[in-house]
């Protein structure tokens, strides 16, 4: 019985192959059942049971007196088999991607500040002094948006980067992507027309992934940055009502969009009406000398919905983050209220005694400072020791790098290669779905050493060695 169950299959699985590479193309006529029966040396009972697995699989249908036939829908098939394939190799990368968080020096496929970035001693003093003052608070139950106390430190946080606002346009997160999925949901609607860069973050796609929305890919380049004249096009045609912005640190291309362009994308997107969601997790990583201001800083009729979070800058297994949802406010405090939705309130209690400290100023500076010497050490380790035409980002701070190989260089190989020697680093897959992409995500959001360094130029030399002359 097994043994008929695996033959079926297996004839099953051989036909299925002919026909996903057009062997037998669309409308054909498969062999005849005796014909199977005698290549396939198998029973009639068995190439019927292969026959039907494809018929209920839409690959095949039956017509009478003549036989199987490839269905004449086949090319949707064909496409929806290749977007499974695409998602299922996406939600892999992201498994190892995860499991390599725990940062090392051969870990460059994680974007979580690592411990020696962050003063450990300073961090455990403020929880202690949060726990002594706010001891009675900590056990209590704190519903959206927040605790006030937070809130309020939040709001002169973000009066310095040219927000001014009141601790009640303020909503605490947890910062992760099911709180980025809720906030779409509620912003861009749950059949609206969202625009989003073409190479994005991946926490993106998983959030409009399970989302009924019409997606707008805008063209960006680690040289070029974010192509705003392609963005506002699609604003002013109608053909988006909401868009979705990185824009400052991008991740993972790196770019900053300057000032003119964010004033003009405000500008424009309230002439039509169209949402703003500014994602900008990265700003207090870029240094003064690059100044720029957020797009909430132009907006006069709460159209941009601002997002915060200390997880990138601070400490990442806090959690926290923010956002201020304008006029979308009251509809992410009630989703958050009927879904019993509360940020934990030690995080938030810490979270607000850190931001009043002056220990927060001085780990941003110092972190800036660190991260702007290493951004000039990583491109001078790619340049020694990649091949020529590689192309890498030049952010203006930060710790992510986009890289693109050249094109004669099998990514594939070059990647096995890379992960052969437990060095890690991001797959350009996991940010562009639409691309065969020839690019990888490089972090380093730890202290440059030795041992990374060394790991960066075997990296280079993997990619040298594996040119396709």
Same mark, same amino acid.
């Given at each position: 019985?097994?043994?008929?169950?695996?033959?079926?299959?297996?004839?099953?699985?051989?036909? *299925?192959?002919?026909?996903?590479?057009?062997?037998?193309a669309?409308?054909?006529?498969?062999?005849? +059942?005796?014909?199977l029966i005698?290549? *396939?040396?198998?029973?009639?009972? @068995?190439?019927?049971k292969?026959?039907?697995?494809?018929?209920?699989?839409?690959? +095949?249908e039956?017509?009478?007196?003549s036989? &199987?036939?490839?269905?004449?829908?086949?090319?949707?098939?064909r496409?929806?088999?290749?977007?499974?394939?695409?998602?299922?190799? &996406?939600?892999?990368?992201i %498994?190892?991607?995860?499991?390599? %968080?725990?940062?090392?020096?051969?870990?460059?496929?994680?974007? $979580?500040?690592d411990?020696?970035? +962050?003063? $450990?001693? =300073?961090?455990?003093?403020?929880?202690?002094r %949060? $726990?002594?003052?706010?001891?009675?608070?900590?056990?209590?139950?704190?519903?959206?948006?927040?605790?006030?106390r937070?809130? +309020?430190?939040? %709001?002169? =946080?973000?009066?310095?980067?040219?927000?001014?606002?009141?601790?009640?346009?303020?909503?605490? @997160? /947890?910062?992760?992507?099911?709180?980025?999925?809720?906030?779409?949901?509620?912003?861009?609607?749950?059949?609206?027309?969202?625009?989003?860069?073409?190479?994005c973050?991946f926490?993106y796609q998983?959030?409009?992934k399970n989302?009924?929305?019409?997606?707008?890919?805008?063209? /960006?380049?680690?040289t070029?940055?974010?192509?705003?004249?392609?963005?506002?096009?699609?604003?002013?045609?109608?053909?988006?009502?909401?868009?979705?912005?990185?824009p @400052?640190?991008?991740?993972?291309?790196?770019?900053?969009?300057p000032?003119?362009?964010?004033e *003009?994308i405000?500008? $424009?997107?309230?002439?039509h009406?169209?949402?703003?969601?500014?994602?900008?997790? &990265?700003?207090?990583?870029?240094?003064?000398?690059?100044?720029?201001?957020?797009?909430k800083?132009?907006?006069?009729?709460?159209?941009?919905?601002?997002?915060g979070?200390?997880?990138k800058?601070?400490v990442?297994?806090? !959690?926290?983050?923010?956002?201020l949802?304008?006029? =979308?406010?009251?509809d992410?405090?009630?989703?958050?209220?009927?879904?019993?939705?509360?940020?934990?309130?030690?995080?938030?209690?810490?979270?607000?005694?850190?931001?009043?400290?002056?220990h927060?100023?001085d780990?941003?500076?110092?972190?800036?400072?660190?991260?702007a =010497?290493?951004?000039?050490?990583? !491109?001078?380790?790619i340049l020694?020791?990649?091949? @020529?035409?590689?192309?890498?980002?030049?952010?203006?701070?930060?710790?992510?790098?986009?890289?693109?190989?050249?094109?004669?260089i099998?990514f594939?190989?070059?990647?096995?290669?890379?992960?052969?020697?437990?060095?890690?680093i991001?797959?350009?897959?996991?940010?562009?779905?639409?691309?065969?992409? !020839?690019?990888?995500?490089?972090?380093?959001?730890?202290?440059?050493?030795?041992?990374?360094?060394?790991?960066?130029?075997?990296?280079?030399?993997i990619?040298?060695?594996?040119?396709?002359?």
């Open positions: 019985m097994s043994k008929k169950l695996f033959n079926y299959v297996k004839i099953a699985k051989k036909l *299925e192959s002919l026909i996903m590479t057009g062997i037998i669309s409308g054909e006529s498969l062999p005849s +059942i005796r014909s005698n290549s *396939e040396n198998a029973s009639k009972t @068995t190439i019927i292969s026959l039907t697995e494809l018929q209920n699989s839409g690959l +095949i039956s017509k009478e007196r036989g &199987f036939f490839v269905s004449n829908n086949i090319e949707i098939i496409k929806e088999k290749l977007s499974i394939s695409k998602l299922q190799e &996406f939600d892999g990368l %498994a190892n991607l995860i499991n390599d %968080a725990p940062n090392g020096d051969l870990t460059f496929s994680s974007a $979580v500040l411990i020696s970035l +962050i003063s $450990v001693n =300073h961090l455990s003093a403020i929880a202690t %949060a $726990v002594k003052k706010y001891s009675s608070e900590f056990i209590k139950l704190m519903p959206p948006p927040g605790n006030i937070t809130r +309020i430190q939040i %709001a002169q =946080h973000l009066s310095l980067i040219g927000i001014i606002c009141s601790p009640n346009d303020i909503v605490i @997160t /947890s910062g992760d992507n099911n709180s980025l999925q809720n906030l779409i949901r509620i912003v861009a609607g749950e059949y609206g027309n969202i625009g989003i860069d073409k190479t973050y926490g998983q959030a409009i989302l009924n929305l019409n997606v707008h890919w805008i063209p /960006s380049s680690a070029a940055g974010f192509d705003t004249k392609y963005a506002l096009n699609l604003v002013k045609s109608g053909k988006i009502d909401t868009l979705l912005l990185n @400052t640190l991008s991740n993972p291309l790196g770019y900053t969009i000032n003119d362009d964010r *003009e405000v500008k $424009v997107c309230t002439n009406a169209c949402n703003i969601i500014e994602d900008d997790v &990265f700003f207090d990583l870029l240094p003064p000398k690059h100044e720029v201001l957020p797009l800083y132009w907006d006069k009729s709460g159209i941009v919905t601002y997002l979070s200390l997880s800058v601070v990442p297994g806090w !959690r926290i983050g923010w956002s949802p304008g006029r =979308h406010l009251p992410i405090v009630a989703h958050m209220m009927s879904n019993n939705i509360s940020i934990s309130s030690p995080s938030q209690l810490i979270s607000s005694e850190l931001l009043g400290s002056i927060y100023v780990h941003i500076r110092a972190l800036r400072s660190v991260l =010497h290493q951004i000039e050490d990583v !491109r001078s380790l020694d020791f990649f091949p @020529t035409g590689t192309e890498i980002s030049a952010p203006k701070g930060g710790y992510i790098f986009w890289i693109t190989l050249p094109d004669n099998n594939d190989v070059f990647y096995q290669l890379v992960e052969n020697k437990k060095i890690k991001s797959n350009g897959k996991l940010f562009d779905l639409n691309d065969n992409t !020839r690019s990888f995500r490089l972090c380093v959001p730890r202290v440059l050493n030795i041992n990374s360094k060394a790991a960066i130029r075997e990296i280079g030399l990619a040298s060695n594996n040119i396709n002359n």
